[in-house]
């Protein structure tokens, strides 16, 4: 179970973390500094979602195509904009499965690890309606599409607000391979 601690750097003493210590052992814990602005708001799923739909198709190259999505996620609390590069990392990962390489293996005699990344990419880009289509019947993955770029917005959207490289490590590892239980051998 998930329990979320909320308390200002300056309670923070040695007291308190040999408690914190005791109460959850070995725990995994993460830190997440708030800026004083920021009220730690979540950033949800149909927020994710909306981001992704603000894409603009009538555009050719992708970082075009996501400059409204860049727009939006920049005018957003650093805290979302990591909570969607973490939203999409689990998008990724979902993704990330023989049943779903399947078709670029037929097509190729190969999996190319990094073009399987990024028809994965393509799924979440076009949309929750094709993400979650394609999560249901891995057959109906688009192996004719890519959308490398979609692996940057995050990134970029902290760069634009910031003026520095973003350094978070998303929750989930969506490299081709990392998710175990879709490479299973039946």
Not at 16 to 41: H, P, Q, T
Not at 124 to 137: H, I, N, P, R, Y
């Amino acid at each position: 179970m998930t329990t979320v601690l909320r308390v200002n750097m300056d309670e923070i003493d040695d007291e308190l973390l040999r408690d914190w210590k005791a109460r959850y052992g070995s725990s995994m814990v993460e830190l997440r500094i708030l800026d004083e602005n920021e009220n730690g708001d979540t950033l949800s799923e149909s927020e994710f979602w909306a981001i992704i739909d603000s894409f603009d198709w009538t555009k050719e190259e992708e970082e075009d195509i996501m400059k409204p999505a860049l727009h939006q996620l920049s005018a957003l609390p650093i805290a979302k904009i990591q909570q969607f590069q973490d939203i999409l990392s689990y998008k990724l990962w979902q993704l990330d499965g023989q049943a779903y390489a399947a078709a670029l293996i037929a097509q190729d005699g190969f999996l190319s690890v990094d073009d399987f990344l990024y028809v994965r990419c393509a799924v979440v880009a076009d949309g929750k309606s094709t993400f979650e289509e394609v999560l249901q019947d891995p057959e109906k993955m688009p192996i004719e599409y890519s959308f490398e770029s979609l692996l940057y917005l995050a990134t970029d959207a902290y760069a634009q607000k910031t003026g520095e490289a973003m350094t978070y490590l998303p929750k989930y590892n969506f490299e081709t391979y990392q998710n175990r239980s879709g490479w299973k051998k039946a």
